[in-house]
């Protein structure tokens, strides 16, 4: 709004869109015509209390964020590049908003069946260390 040109990213996850004043803040984005903003939202399913579906449905999210006036992309948010391509998406006069499909057990099996309280778990017996040191060894 200052015309300064710097961009401005903020990083949140659809937990978070069933509080208002998000929608306020994409709505007065729009308005103001930000190109300068991207929102790159975590696309999970789940919050603290929950399956997203279950606690407060926002879905459809691509449908949502477009229908206020936002350019809107949806990509598989494991993909690193993908999430580099999609800032770079041009939008002339709105907002950006990169929706990334991810999955919180992404690589790790192990913990699928403790969804979708995902936020409070221990990893704990050997094998679940094993596993997820060999993972994150992987990822080196």
Request: charged share 25%.
């Amino acid at each position: 709004m200052r015309g300064e040109e710097a961009t401005i990213y903020c990083f949140m996850s659809d937990g978070e869109l069933e509080e208002g004043q998000l929608w306020e803040a994409i709505q007065a984005a729009v308005f103001y015509k930000l190109d300068n903003f991207v929102l790159i939202c975590d696309v999970n399913g789940q919050q603290i209390e929950g399956y997203t579906k279950d606690v407060m449905n926002t879905a459809p999210l691509y449908d949502r964020f477009t229908a206020f006036g936002a350019k809107t992309v949806s990509i598989d948010g494991h993909d690193i590049q993908a999430i580099k391509d999609a800032c770079r998406t041009e939008h002339p006069g709105q907002p950006l908003v990169v929706l990334c499909n991810t999955s919180p057990t992404h690589s790790m099996p192990f913990l699928e069946s403790r969804r979708p309280k995902l936020h409070f778990i221990n990893i704990k017996t050997p094998e679940e260390i094993a596993e997820a040191k060999a993972h994150y060894e992987s990822m080196e």
